[in-house]
């Protein structure tokens, strides 16, 4: 049921009272006035009575003319006159004829009041007349001694009208006080309201969302009116202010959770997640909505096992936690820490963050030292074996000049290798410093084809060329000497006798594309991206055209490019050959 407003509640109330009041008053008054009438009327007849009475009496044969004496004094004080003697038996009435016929009056209340007390009365309904009728009795005495009763009848229907007509006047009176209440009530009430009803819509507002409003003090309001916008006005300030507060907060803190490189996640006490955001669905790969049980968005039993004990603990949980994506191993830190207001638990906060690139470079380096180490101690012992052996030979010997080649030969590729960890880790470190300027590609390409030219020939691959004429770029020309080398050289030992290598430029708007394209024994797909990796070399179980390198090559190569403000893209197949893309920018001529 739809409630009322105040004002028609008030309006309302008010009516109910006045015209409860109203009622109330008109039956007393007209209680009051009937009875008043009618004891006028009684004290009249009263009289009337006894002076008839007494008159009747005074005859010495009343009986002869006690019917004209009755139609007589009825007709001066305008009443009906019954004269009715001890035993009931009606023995004259002026408003009938033959009253034989009439029943007897002994029974009446007024007449057996009378015999009782002297007088009595009575309000009742004739039959006779058909009429309401106020009937005074009164006992007639002869000489101390009981003689006649004589009774005395007024219809009471004038007062009765008279009596209606006020009725009808006090409700007409009342409908049009009642009008004019509800008028007056409406504005006063309409008045007294107004103030509460502009803060009732500016709450309505508020509850929009629409913070920013004033309500404007008006003239001729009550003090309580003022205080009340008064305080509705500076709260509605202070809302708006700790709002903006609040959205400003909100927006650092989304902003915050957005960027962060940890995972972010919040499951309720229910197990509910509430929040979590992007790099966590990037981590667990999950982009449908939120408030879902946190087992169908951690699918990996690393992850919700851990939430599962948190939950069961309540406590603090750090662990390190290996999780296999797409046949890939990755690393996370996984942090828990349960979220209480007072003792109430609420949930749980989850982080995880990725620490893949960590547990590489730590692999990486612990390679990197082992790799050398080997590398290192190979030529090492070769060139120290040989030096004894030197010592305790003759000069003059055949073999003592084969033992010196041997000895240069593990030399140079200990100086190769010292001078590829020391560009590696100047690259690495930013330190490298390059000598740029505007260069061919040609007469690069063609030094590095005259460098590698003994082993292409030797296991008779055929190279097709096909260079841009606008082949200008802005680069270092030993540097980039150094990328050809490292990619042709590759694509030299990895590619059969016989087989082919294609070098292609292309000029484009901004770059200049340069493409190695060989018919090698490719790479495997999952390799693709290790093969810049330090010391990364093919297995020579794998193919019998891995030759003696370090691994070191397209490191180098990558970080050079890089370098270079271009991009390296490496595409293969397996038995079908391997395609080398290299961006650079183009010179600006």
């Given at each position: 049921m739809k409630q009322l407003k105040l004002k028609w509640q008030i309006i309302l109330i008010t009516t109910i009272i006045?015209?409860?009041?109203?009622?109330?008053?008109?039956?007393?008054?007209?209680?009051?006035?009937?009875?008043?009438?009618?004891?006028?009327?009684?004290?009249?007849?009263?009289q009337?009575?006894?002076?008839?009475?007494?008159?009747?009496?005074?005859?010495?044969?009343?009986?002869?003319?006690?019917?004209d004496e009755t139609e007589k004094h009825a007709e001066i004080t305008n009443s009906r006159i019954t004269i009715i003697n001890l035993e009931g038996v009606v023995l004259a009435d002026s408003s009938y004829d033959n009253v034989s016929e009439m029943d007897n009056h002994i029974d009446r209340e007024e007449v057996v009041k009378a015999i009782r007390n002297g007088v009595g009365y009575s309000l009742r309904f004739s039959d006779t007349l058909n009429s309401n009728m106020l009937y005074y009795a009164y006992l007639l005495e002869k000489e101390n001694e009981p003689e006649l009763i004589i009774r005395s009848a007024i219809?009471?229907?004038r007062i009765e009208s008279y009596l209606q007509n006020q009725f009808y006047q006090i409700v007409g009176g009342t409908i049009v006080a009642v009008i004019i209440l509800i008028i007056l009530s409406t504005l006063l009430v309409t008045r007294l309201l107004k103030p509460i009803e502009r803060v009732q819509n500016a709450f309505q507002t508020l509850n929009k969302g629409s913070y920013d409003i004033y309500l404007n003090q008006e003239k001729q309001t009550s003090y309580e009116a003022d205080n009340l916008i008064k305080a509705f006005n500076n709260m509605s300030q202070q809302l708006r202010r700790n709002i903006e507060e609040i959205r400003k907060r909100e927006i650092e803190l989304n902003t915050l959770i957005k960027s962060m490189d940890s995972g972010?996640?919040?499951?309720?006490?229910?197990?509910?997640?509430?929040?979590?955001?992007?790099?966590?669905?990037?981590?667990?790969?999950?982009?449908?909505?939120e408030d879902v049980h946190y087992i169908k968005i951690s699918r990996k039993p690393a992850i919700s096992n851990n939430i599962e004990s948190a939950f069961?603990?309540?406590?603090?949980?750090?662990?390190?936690?290996?999780?296999?994506?797409?046949?890939?191993?990755?690393?996370?830190?996984?942090?828990?820490?349960?979220?209480f207001e007072g003792i109430n638990f609420l949930g749980l906060i989850v982080l995880l963050y990725e620490i893949t690139d960590i547990k590489r470079s730590e692999k990486a380096r612990s390679d990197l030292i082992a790799n050398v180490s080997h590398e290192l101690k190979t030529p090492i012992t070769s060139i120290s074996g040989?030096?004894?052996?030197?010592?305790?030979?003759?000069?003059?010997?055949?073999?003592?000049?084969?033992?010196?080649?041997?000895?240069?030969?593990?030399?140079?590729?200990?100086?190769?290798?010292?001078?590829?960890?020391?560009?590696?880790a100047k690259l690495e470190s930013k330190k490298m410093t390059l000598q740029k300027e505007v260069i061919s590609i040609e007469p690069i390409l063609e030094s590095t084809l005259k460098l590698l030219r003994p082993k292409i020939e030797d296991k008779e691959i055929i190279i097709e060329k096909d260079i841009a004429e606008e082949s200008m770029i802005y680069a270092d020309p030993l540097r980039m000497e150094q990328i050809?080398?490292?990619?042709?050289?590759?694509?030299?030992?990895?590619?059969?006798?016989?087989?082919?290598i294609t070098i292609t430029t292309y000029a484009e708007k901004q770059n200049i594309k340069i493409i190695i394209k060989d018919t090698g024994i490719g790479i495997e797909k999952s390799k693709i991206n290790r093969v810049t990796e330090q010391?990364?070399?093919?297995?020579?179980?794998?193919?019998?055209?891995?030759?003696?390198?370090?691994?070191?090559?397209?490191?180098?190569?990558?970080?050079?490019?890089?370098?270079?403000?271009?991009s390296l893209e490496i595409f293969s197949k397996q038995n079908e050959g391997t395609k080398v893309v290299i961006k650079l920018p183009k010179a600006i001529s």
């Amino acid at each position: 049921m739809k409630q009322l407003k105040l004002k028609w509640q008030i309006i309302l109330i008010t009516t109910i009272i006045v015209i409860s009041l109203t009622v109330f008053i008109s039956y007393r008054v007209n209680s009051n006035f009937e009875d008043y009438h009618i004891d006028s009327l009684i004290e009249k007849m009263n009289q009337n009575t006894k002076l008839i009475g007494q008159y009747i009496l005074s005859k010495s044969n009343y009986y002869n003319s006690i019917e004209d004496e009755t139609e007589k004094h009825a007709e001066i004080t305008n009443s009906r006159i019954t004269i009715i003697n001890l035993e009931g038996v009606v023995l004259a009435d002026s408003s009938y004829d033959n009253v034989s016929e009439m029943d007897n009056h002994i029974d009446r209340e007024e007449v057996v009041k009378a015999i009782r007390n002297g007088v009595g009365y009575s309000l009742r309904f004739s039959d006779t007349l058909n009429s309401n009728m106020l009937y005074y009795a009164y006992l007639l005495e002869k000489e101390n001694e009981p003689e006649l009763i004589i009774r005395s009848a007024i219809p009471i229907t004038r007062i009765e009208s008279y009596l209606q007509n006020q009725f009808y006047q006090i409700v007409g009176g009342t409908i049009v006080a009642v009008i004019i209440l509800i008028i007056l009530s409406t504005l006063l009430v309409t008045r007294l309201l107004k103030p509460i009803e502009r803060v009732q819509n500016a709450f309505q507002t508020l509850n929009k969302g629409s913070y920013d409003i004033y309500l404007n003090q008006e003239k001729q309001t009550s003090y309580e009116a003022d205080n009340l916008i008064k305080a509705f006005n500076n709260m509605s300030q202070q809302l708006r202010r700790n709002i903006e507060e609040i959205r400003k907060r909100e927006i650092e803190l989304n902003t915050l959770i957005k960027s962060m490189d940890s995972g972010l996640l919040f499951i309720d006490k229910e197990e509910k997640v509430k929040l979590i955001n992007p790099k966590a669905r990037d981590f667990l790969n999950y982009y449908e909505d939120e408030d879902v049980h946190y087992i169908k968005i951690s699918r990996k039993p690393a992850i919700s096992n851990n939430i599962e004990s948190a939950f069961s603990e309540k406590k603090s949980l750090s662990k390190e936690i290996e999780i296999y994506d797409k046949s890939e191993k990755r690393y996370f830190q996984l942090l828990i820490n349960p979220l209480f207001e007072g003792i109430n638990f609420l949930g749980l906060i989850v982080l995880l963050y990725e620490i893949t690139d960590i547990k590489r470079s730590e692999k990486a380096r612990s390679d990197l030292i082992a790799n050398v180490s080997h590398e290192l101690k190979t030529p090492i012992t070769s060139i120290s074996g040989f030096i004894e052996t030197l010592k305790n030979m003759d000069p003059e010997d055949a073999d003592f000049f084969e033992f010196l080649d041997i000895i240069e030969k593990e030399s140079k590729k200990l100086k190769r290798l010292v001078l590829d960890l020391l560009d590696l880790a100047k690259l690495e470190s930013k330190k490298m410093t390059l000598q740029k300027e505007v260069i061919s590609i040609e007469p690069i390409l063609e030094s590095t084809l005259k460098l590698l030219r003994p082993k292409i020939e030797d296991k008779e691959i055929i190279i097709e060329k096909d260079i841009a004429e606008e082949s200008m770029i802005y680069a270092d020309p030993l540097r980039m000497e150094q990328i050809l080398y490292n990619i042709i050289d590759n694509a030299v030992k990895y590619t059969n006798n016989g087989g082919k290598i294609t070098i292609t430029t292309y000029a484009e708007k901004q770059n200049i594309k340069i493409i190695i394209k060989d018919t090698g024994i490719g790479i495997e797909k999952s390799k693709i991206n290790r093969v810049t990796e330090q010391f990364y070399r093919e297995e020579k179980s794998r193919s019998k055209l891995v030759s003696d390198g370090y691994g070191l090559g397209l490191a180098i190569v990558k970080n050079l490019v890089e370098l270079l403000n271009g991009s390296l893209e490496i595409f293969s197949k397996q038995n079908e050959g391997t395609k080398v893309v290299i961006k650079l920018p183009k010179a600006i001529s």
